[in-house]
Nanobody, 115 residues
Framework: QVRLVESGGGLVQPGGSLRLSCEAS????????MGWYRQAPGNQRELVASITSMDSTSYADSVQGRFTISRDNAKNTVYLQMNNLKPEDTTVYYC?????????WGQGTQVTVSS
């Protein structure tokens, strides 16, 4: 069982930045891939960004060039740096970890982009 604790959400003005953190309860060396989804009310969960154990990254088209995912193995933490935020980025962001055949989820953190 991998426990994930997210932090870093909040309220920011359009054009601003936030950094989300996702700390795992065990070494992320043993976790194949980690990343972030988001889900707005009434919508399906959308994959925002992911990073593999080999540091290969991928992004949704809607965030490409604005968001950056990274991992700090020493801290068992994955980050999502979000720049040039837009009102349409407002929603709950969920961290996930894929370990072998199991996927684990964090509790979610709210990001609100509003003036």
């Amino acid at each position: 069982q991998v426990r994930l604790v997210e932090s870093g959400g909040g309220l920011v003005q359009p054009g601003g930045s936030l950094r989300l953190s996702c700390e795992a309860s065990e070494s992320i060396f043993s976790i194949g891939a980690m990343g972030w989804y988001r889900q707005a009310p009434g919508n399906q969960r959308e994959l925002v960004a992911s990073i593999t154990s080999m540091d290969s990254t991928s992004y949704a088209d809607s965030v490409q060039g604005r968001f950056t995912i990274s991992r700090d193995n020493a801290k068992n933490t994955v980050y999502l740096q979000m720049n040039n935020l837009k009102p349409e980025d407002t929603t709950v962001y969920y961290c996930y970890a894929q370990k072998r055949w199991s996927r684990y989820w964090g509790q979610g953190t709210q990001v609100t982009v509003s003036s």
